[in-house]
């Protein structure tokens, strides 16, 4: 029964061998008529090894001009409205600090009376707390100002923003 298997998978074998040669011609042809007509691009030309290992500059799609998406001018005006944020938060609270002198200067800090009589209400008492609450809330926003810019700072230097985009010359960041 063995030799009978063998015998009948033969013939099969020996008609795809007879089919292979044939295949390998069909393929060729098919192969030399798509390049006859166009249809296959021709092998890139060689590249040097320089040129692999060399970085790009700048990531494909961007171009030089622009870093993480923005250009120059937009990187500089984020910078200057967030600098300008920061400036006008300092400048209310030094305004808020001079209204707290000026006030403490106007009230004595010794409240006199006679043995046994209680001192009478401090008028500025209430006021000062308010402007206290004040210059809590506006040294707040100074320090909220100040973190969006250390913020906007990282993000430019993540995008790889070149500092002469959003340093000015002055500046001693």
């Known amino acids: 029964m063995l030799k009978h298997c063998w015998k009948t998978a033969r013939p099969r074998k ?10 390998l011609v069909v393929a060729i042809a ?6 006859a007509d166009g249809e296959v691009e021709a092998p890139p030309e060689s590249v040097s090894l320089d040129d692999l290992l060399t970085l790009p500059s700048a990531l494909p799609g961007e171009s030089s001009q622009q870093r993480g998406g923005l250009s120059r001018g937009e990187w500089s005006s984020r910078f200057a409205a967030a600098e300008a944020e920061v400036e006008a938060a300092k400048a ?10 000026q006030l403490m200067g106007k009230t004595s800090n010794w409240k ?3 043995p046994g009589v209680q001192a009478g209400p401090d008028e500025g008492a209430t006021t000062n707390y308010g402007l206290k609450q004040e210059i ?8 909220r100002a100040e973190r969006k810019l250390i913020d906007l700072v990282v993000e430019a230097n ?14 001693p960041q």
């Open 14 to 23: 020996r008609t795809l061998r007879a089919l292979g040669p044939i295949w």
């Open 30 to 35: 098919a192969a030399t008529a798509a390049v």
């Open 92 to 101: 209310d609270l030094d305004e808020s600090l001079d209204k707290l002198t």
């Open 112 to 114: 006199v009376g006679a």
């Open 136 to 143: 809590r809330r506006k040294r707040e926003e100074v320090e």
């Open 158 to 171: 993540l995008a790889d923003v070149p500092e002469d985009w959003y340093k000015k010359p002055d500046s």
